[in-house]
């Protein structure tokens, strides 16, 4: 079974930057997947469009049986259910407490809010920041803020979870047990795709590489 589909996937931006050219990949479910390459190469454009946060230019994204560039605005939420999203403009609300952000994704789908609860603080536990549930995200520091996406990203246990440079702000310590994490999601079947220049963590981890240069898919 195959979780993301992408065929001759091309994506211009205004001014006609090509971001991506004649992109053909397929991820399967449970896979995990490092999109590697140097900046500006397309990585993080890539992972945009399989969250339908972009759309291609030509070619087509197909997600979960979903078609991206056809999607309705109104289907995207829907789609969104399944995935957990990591990505380096972190979108924290930063009037509401660290607890509230990791309980949004719940709040949205109408969780029990008790249960919703428990779930909230193991996703915190898990990513050290439990003993800061009552903080506003304002006042952690970057690496806290990765940390708490990466916690808002699991809680309501997505089978596709997307992350762009889910360790670039964290130290050694903290990556490692972020990536044994990703792991331990991945082998109980959540597809993983992340962007990354992290190579200590694709060692540990030992995932199937995707590498992008200038755009295009090389490996």
Same mark, same amino acid.
């Given at each position: 079974?195959?979780?993301?589909?992408?065929?001759?996937?091309?994506?211009?931006?205004?001014? +006609?930057?090509?971001?991506?050219?004649?992109?053909?990949?397929?991820?399967?479910?449970?896979?995990?997947?490092?999109?590697?390459?140097?900046?500006?190469?397309?990585?993080?454009?890539?992972?945009?469009?399989?969250?339908?946060? %972009?759309?291609?230019?030509?070619?087509?994204?197909?997600? /979960?049986?979903? /078609?991206?560039?056809?999607?309705?605005?109104?289907?995207?939420? &829907?789609?969104?259910?399944? &995935?957990?999203?990591?990505?380096?403009? !972190?979108?924290?609300? &930063?009037?509401?407490?660290?607890?509230? /952000?990791?309980?949004?994704?719940?709040?949205?789908?109408? &969780?029990?809010?008790?249960?919703?609860?428990?779930?909230?603080?193991?996703?915190?536990?898990?990513?050290?920041?439990?003993?800061? %549930?009552?903080?506003?995200?304002?006042?952690?520091? +970057?690496? %806290?803020?990765?940390?708490?996406?990466?916690?808002?990203?699991?809680?309501?246990?997505?089978?596709?979870?997307?992350?762009?440079?889910?360790?670039? /702000?964290?130290?050694?310590?903290?990556?490692?047990?972020?990536?044994?994490?990703?792991?331990?999601?991945? #082998?109980?079947?959540?597809?993983?795709?992340?962007?990354? !220049?992290?190579?200590?963590?694709?060692?540990?981890? #030992?995932?199937?590489?995707?590498?992008?240069?200038?755009?295009?898919?090389?490996?």
């Amino acid at each position: 079974m195959t979780d993301i589909v992408l065929s001759k996937v091309y994506k211009r931006y205004a001014g +006609g930057h090509e971001a991506l050219a004649d992109v053909t990949l397929n991820i399967a479910t449970g896979e995990m997947v490092f999109i590697t390459g140097h900046s500006g190469a397309g990585k993080s454009t890539l992972l945009k469009l399989m969250a339908a946060i %972009e759309r291609p230019t030509s070619g087509s994204v197909i997600v /979960n049986g979903q /078609n991206i560039g056809a999607l309705r605005a109104r289907g995207i939420p &829907f789609l969104r259910r399944n &995935f957990g999203l990591v990505f380096q403009d !972190h979108k924290l609300l &930063f009037d509401r407490s660290v607890f509230d /952000n990791v309980m949004l994704p719940l709040d949205i789908t109408g &969780f029990d809010r008790r249960e919703g609860a428990g779930r909230a603080r193991a996703a915190l536990d898990k990513v050290g920041l439990l003993h800061k %549930e009552k903080a506003r995200p304002i006042t952690l520091s +970057g690496g %806290e803020q990765q940390r708490l996406c990466i916690a808002r990203a699991i809680v309501h246990r997505p089978s596709i979870l997307l992350a762009d440079e889910p360790t670039g /702000n964290l130290d050694a310590d903290y990556a490692a047990g972020i990536g044994d994490l990703f792991r331990d999601f991945n #082998q109980v079947g959540v597809t993983i795709v992340l962007a990354t !220049h992290d190579m200590q963590l694709a060692a540990r981890l #030992q995932p199937r590489l995707i590498e992008v240069r200038s755009g295009r898919v090389v490996s």
